[in-house]
């Protein structure tokens, strides 16, 4: 059985700048995965392969056994690290995007977690502060039935309280047929949240592990495995 | 698929539109009735009427700027900026995101230029200059001159240039990430490469045309002011030359024509392998 | 009760020591229904997966029964409580006194500097001082 995402000797190369190299792995279905590597290993590369914003060098990027495009995605909900709406746009106008580009959007859903952060419909998105408009995606993002989830960054220059919110809405909406992937390089914050680590370094899987064996082979957090990994 | 991203076009770009449309239909109305149109010979208008008149005209040019800078920065936002996290990440093909700004551009297009020529229509109604033009217009039907498809044509051609050109812009713009790293920078120098590559199509297609021989021969004749050919009309009373020119002027068009449909083919390929294959956002 | 977790030991052993301590002290008391693993993940902010498999080695352990449609429980069986309650009390007692052992008080040392303590407790709340108060 494939899994949700397959890589197979994916590469990337911009130019003579390689990004990715022989990527391979293969996620299940269910977990809730921490893409963690420091600024420049290539996560956010690898993620854009899989979403089809960038064509693979070399190698192959499949999900659900397809090949990125129209069909993947409408399993595939992305969180970028940065806001993608237009600035004539009101929450409902975003809420009605999603409901009517995509048919697994639970418009309840998003609805109830936009009144629990007081975000009215009405607010023109351009008028939130940064720390809201990213709420405002990520509820969006997780309010689809999605089979694959990939948040870029959605934690990084957040404050602890954002960070908790985060945190809450991805095992609030964890469902078995759903897998959750998390790029990060702050990893103490998630750790306890992730079923299984991708270790990313310079475009290379350093290493590919359940997060509990790791705790349970070498008596360390995963935040410790990290340090040493990637020690300048 | 494709409704849904022509809605959401539309959405995104009708309030702009909206207001630039009722200020130049406000200021035809005024101009309409303050401009001493009665009275044209009268060589001094006030300033109000000056100033009225002169309002108009940025109107007019103003209406045109803002169609082309929206269709422009409409596409380089959604597409290449960050809104491109959400375009290309939505179930749909390149081609379809493509055609939707396509197809409402175009809408966009024709709707002002309709008002904008619906504007100076009224104008030439009210000084009776209309009536002049048809008349000339009617004139040169009677002598034989197929003024009617020769209407048409042109009207026709304004609507295939614009979309070729739209197409080109499109074109520029998704090339031009790839040239340099700057995108805006990157989207003018693809612009100028494709402008004068449309101009180097134009020299064949031109010739392909030019074959026929009747351009020459029009040419030939206009040049010869052959009495012995002409009437009492001169060239473009005779017989002759009222078949030539009915000859020449819709291969004339048919060149520009085709001209345009190869431009707009080629850059619609362009825009769509490039946006599909070659897309780099941020 | 606050859910804590170190994260250099596997968080599911934590989960399972966690909900242990509330079959012991209350917070989940026998024969009663445990909520959902979609919940106790959400209050301990884990992985559901995680929690999953703690419960699932509760069971094992045969201190949660689960019902196919009615979800988990906490066992009835007293005995089981109690042996629970002996076991991770002697562990701790062993702590103890690898505790002491590691600052070089040896059994009865240890032994003797516990039962001061106790006494000291109960004659008086202020501070640490043993002295043995006379209450008049």
């Known amino acids: ?232 | 698929m494709l409704s849904k991203l022509i809605k959401l076009e539309f959405k995104a770009t009708a309030r702009t539109f909206f207001f630039v449309y009722a200020a130049l239909i406000i200021i035809t109305a005024v101009n309409l009735l303050i401009f001493p149109w009665d009275s044209l010979s009268d060589p001094v208008p006030n300033i109000l009427q000056g100033i009225v008149m002169f309002l108009y005209i940025v109107a007019v040019i103003a209406a045109g700027f803002v169609t082309a800078a929206l269709v422009i920065t409409r596409f380089f936002r959604n597409m290449l900026g960050d809104e491109g996290y959400l375009m290309h990440t939505l179930p749909a093909a390149a081609e379809q995101l493509i055609l939707a700004k396509f197809i409402t551009s175009i809408v966009w297009s024709v709707c002002t230029g309709a008002l904008v020529a619906l504007s100076i229509l009224a104008f030439g109604l009210r000084t009776g200059v209309m009536s002049q033009i048809r008349a000339t217009l009617d004139s040169w039907q009677t002598l034989g001159y197929s003024v009617g498809s020769w209407e048409i044509g042109m009207i026709g051609l304004v609507f295939v240039s614009a979309a070729a050109g739209i197409l080109l812009i499109y074109a520029a713009m998704a090339i031009g990430p790839n040239l340099l790293k700057n995108k805006v920078g990157g989207s003018i120098l693809a612009f100028i490469i494709l402008a004068v590559g449309a101009e180097l199509v134009s020299v064949p297609v031109g010739q392909i045309f030019a074959a026929t021989g009747t351009e020459a021969g029009l040419i030939a004749s206009i040049l010869k002011a052959d009495s012995a050919t002409a009437g009492a009309g001169g060239f473009f009373e005779s017989a002759a030359g009222i078949d030539l020119i009915n000859q020449s002027v819709p291969l004339a068009l048919a060149s520009q024509y085709a001209i345009s449909i190869i431009i707009g083919v080629v850059c619609w390929f362009l825009t769509r392998y490039f946006l599909k294959k070659k897309l780099n956002l941020a | 009760m606050k859910w804590s977790f170190n994260n250099d030991r596997p968080i599911y052993a934590q989960l399972i020591e966690q909900i242990q301590q509330g079959l012991l002290n209350g917070k989940y008391p026998p024969g009663s229904s445990m909520p959902s693993v979609r919940v106790l993940a959400l209050e301990a902010e884990v992985n559901p997966n995680t929690m999953q498999r703690a419960l699932a080695e509760l069971e094992t352990q045969g201190l949660l029964r689960s019902q196919r449609t009615a979800g988990r429980f906490v066992t009835e069986d007293e005995t089981m409580i109690q042996k629970l309650k002996e076991d991770l009390a002697k562990s701790h007692i062993r702590d103890f006194f690898d505790g002491m052992r590691a600052l070089g008080i040896e059994r009865d040392e240890a032994l003797a500097l516990l039962r001061d303590s106790l006494a000291g407790d109960t004659g008086g709340e202020e501070g640490n001082i043993k002295t043995k108060e006379v209450r008049s």
């Not at chain 1, 420049?40 to 899989?50: D, E, F, P, Q, R």
């Not at chain 1, 993608?84 to 580009?101: H, I, P, S, T």
């Open chain 1, 1 to 232: 059985m494939s899994g949700i995402l397959e890589c197979n000797g994916l590469s990337k190369r911009f130019g003579y700048v390689p990004a990715l190299d022989n990527v391979t792995f293969s996620l299940g279905a269910g977990r809730i995965v921490g893409l963690l590597g420091p600024n420049g290993s290539g996560k956010t590369t690898l993620i854009k392969l899989a979403n089809d914003l960038l064509v693979p060098t070399a190698g192959t990027v499949l999900i659900d056994g397809k090949p990125p495009g129209k069909e993947t995605k409408q399993v595939v909900s992305y969180l970028p690290d940065r806001m993608y709406f237009d600035n004539w746009m009101r929450v409902r106008d975003a809420v009605g995007l999603f409901a009517e580009f995509y048919e697994d959007f639970d418009a309840a859903k998003a609805g109830d977690m936009l009144s629990s952060l007081r975000i009215d419909a009405v607010t023109p998105i351009r008028s939130l502060s940064k720390g809201t408009k990213e709420k405002v995606q990520l509820a969006l993002v997780m309010s689809r039935r999605a089979k694959l989830y990939l948040l870029d960054e959605p934690i990084g220059g957040v404050d602890p309280a954002a960070r908790d919110f985060i945190l809450g809405t991805i095992i609030r909406n964890y469902n078995e047929e759903g897998t959750v992937v998390i790029s990060t390089h702050l990893i103490s914050d998630i750790e306890k949240v992730l079923d299984d680590v991708i270790f990313l370094n310079a475009g290379r899987v350093e290493r590919v592990s359940a997060v509990d064996d790791i705790r349970e082979r070498e008596q360390k957090s995963i935040d410790e495995v990290f340090r040493e990994v990637f020690k300048c």
